[in-house]
Structures are given as structure tokens and as C-alpha cells.
């Protein structure tokens, strides 16, 4: 149980940026809509990968974690450009929170590379 909530916060991301990607397309905001909107898509094939696969890639999810904190950023920028008032600090702190995962993901990579070739 715990394994199928740990991957379901990709699959809430994906469905975020995706709408959000489609809203700004619709508004005539088409870069930043269709970058918002393919990390979005990116998200939601990881997702679908990782409960196909059910075996852990700790580099796919270290990229992941990177393309979603770049996402949320962008997310972000977007809302504070449309005056929302909360939702902006929301999706910063969700950006936040996936950079550091980055991070922690990448030393525990390094870590565990750097005991495989000894």
C-alpha cells in the first residue's frame, strides 16, 4: 500500500501541469504553455511506467524529480502573472520539495554508485 502512495504524487503533478499547460495554450501563451504542458505529459508516462514496471530507477526518478521541480517553477510563475493569491505558494513549495528530493535523490545515487565500484 505504502509503494502505491509513494508514486501516486507524480500522477497528481501530471494532471496539474497538464491542465495548466492546456489553459495557457488556450490563452495564447504557447511556449510556456506547451513547455508546462509536455512535463506534464512526461510526469504522466513516468507514472504509468513505474505501476507497469513496479521496479525501482533511481536516475529515471532523479530526472523526474528535476523536470517536476522546473515544472511547479514554471506553474508558479504562471500563477503569481495571473494574481492568484494562494495557489502560487502551493505549487513554490511543491517545486521546493522536488528539488530537494533531487538533491537527496542525486547524494544517494553518488553514494551508492561510488560503493559499487569498490
Known sequence: MRKQ???IHHFFVAIILMTKGFDKIQHH???IGWTILILG???????????LSKKPHSLLELIIHLFESIALFLTTYVYFQEGKTLLPYVTLI???????ATFIHLKGHKKYSSENKI
Open 94 to 100: 511543491a517545486g521546493i520539495g522536488f528539488l530537494i
Open 41 to 51: 505529459i512526461i510526469s504522466l508516462i513516468y507514472f504509468i511506467f513505474i505501476k
Open 29 to 31: 501563451h504557447s511556449f
Open 5 to 7: 502512495l509513494i508514486s
